[in-house]
């Protein structure tokens, strides 16, 4: 098993910066790839960002040029560094774990799931 904890949601102003952090214990070593989703107020799930082992990352064309996910191995933990935050990137923001590869934009195919953190970005 998995764990998933992530931090760093709040209150903030558009324009505005925030990181977000996913910590990982348990069977890390058998984790490929780590993402972001994001659930908006009333909406469905949607990817925000994958990373694999190495630097490979992918990013929702929404948030292309404007967040940047990272992952530190020695520390078992994922970042979401979000820039130029905008009303619309509020969300409750979910880390997520697979398996089964890298670079997923789909939901069901990750393994494991953090509680999420909620991110509001106010005009």
């Known amino acids: 098993q998995v764990q998933l904890v992530e931090s760093g949601g709040g209150l903030v102003q558009a324009g505005d910066s925030l990181r977000l952090s996913c910590a990982a214990s348990?069977?890390?070593?058998?984790?490929?790839?780590m993402g972001w989703f994001r659930q908006p107020p009333g909406k469905e799930r949607e990817f925000v960002a994958a990373?694999?082992?190495?630097?490979?990352?992918t990013y929702a064309d929404s948030v292309k040029g404007r967040f940047i996910i990272s992952r530190d191995n020695a520390k078992n933990t994922v970042y979401l560094q979000m820039n130029s935050l905008k009303p619309d990137d509020t969300a409750v923001y979910y880390c997520?774990?697979?398996?089964?590869?890298?670079?997923?934009?789909?939901?069901?195919?990750?393994?494991?799931w953090g509680q999420g953190t909620q991110v509001t970005v106010s005009s």
């Open positions: 990373i694999g082992r190495g630097s490979l990352t």
């Open positions: 997520a774990a697979t398996t089964k590869g890298w670079g997923m934009q789909v939901g069901g195919l990750y393994d494991y």
């Open positions: 348990g069977r890390t070593f058998s984790i490929d790839g």
